[in-house]
């Protein structure tokens, strides 16, 4: 009887080879990671400027219709529905009421602080004043400087 000879599987990888592979896509994920995942967030404080803009552009907008920014107590509501200014856009300025691109109203004071007319602010993705990096608040003031 005669036996066939056994072949050998040439074509697989090593377990080196797949240790080293893998050990480079750890690396890989390792870099690029916090870069995919550190967009989302860019992109919403861009978005929240750009929000910021146009609200301060229909404040601004209000005001050459009717003389005067709504009132703090009146708040960014009054771009939206008349608190019954005279010249006052049929419509409104705004269709809803804004909130920043975490959920969050953005805080309106007039008249605003060191002499503003007003002061638009968002509170960044943590929703409370100050903090640092992407919960650093975005104010009016820095944007009519970029």
Same mark, same amino acid.
């Given at each position: 009887m005669r036996l066939g000879k056994i072949r050998r599987n040439t074509g697989g990888f090593t377990l080196i080879e797949i240790t080293i592979v893998v050990v480079i896509i750890g690396i890989l994920a390792t870099l690029l990671i916090p870069r995919i995942l550190d967009r989302p967030e860019r992109a919403r404080r861009t978005a929240a400027k750009a929000d910021m803009r146009t609200?301060?552009?229909?404040?601004? !907008?209000?005001?050459?219709?009717?003389?005067?920014? +709504?009132?703090?107590?009146?708040?960014?509501?009054?771009?939206?529905?008349? $608190? @019954?200014?005279?010249?006052? !856009?049929?419509?409104?300025?705004?269709?809803?009421? +804004?909130?920043?691109?975490?959920?969050?109203?953005?805080?309106?004071?007039? $008249? @605003?602080?060191?002499?503003r007319d007003f002061d638009l602010i968002s509170y960044g993705r943590d929703g409370q004043a100050g903090g640092e990096g992407y919960d650093a608040d975005i104010v009016s003031w820095d944007l009519k400087a970029e």
């Open positions: 609200i301060m552009g229909q404040l601004m !907008q209000l005001k050459a219709d009717t003389g005067r920014y +709504p009132t703090t107590a009146e708040g960014m509501a009054a771009l939206v529905k008349d $608190p @019954g200014l005279k010249g006052y !856009q049929s419509g409104g300025y705004l269709t809803s009421v +804004p909130v920043d691109p975490w959920e969050n109203p953005y805080a309106y004071l007039c $008249p @605003g602080r060191e002499g």
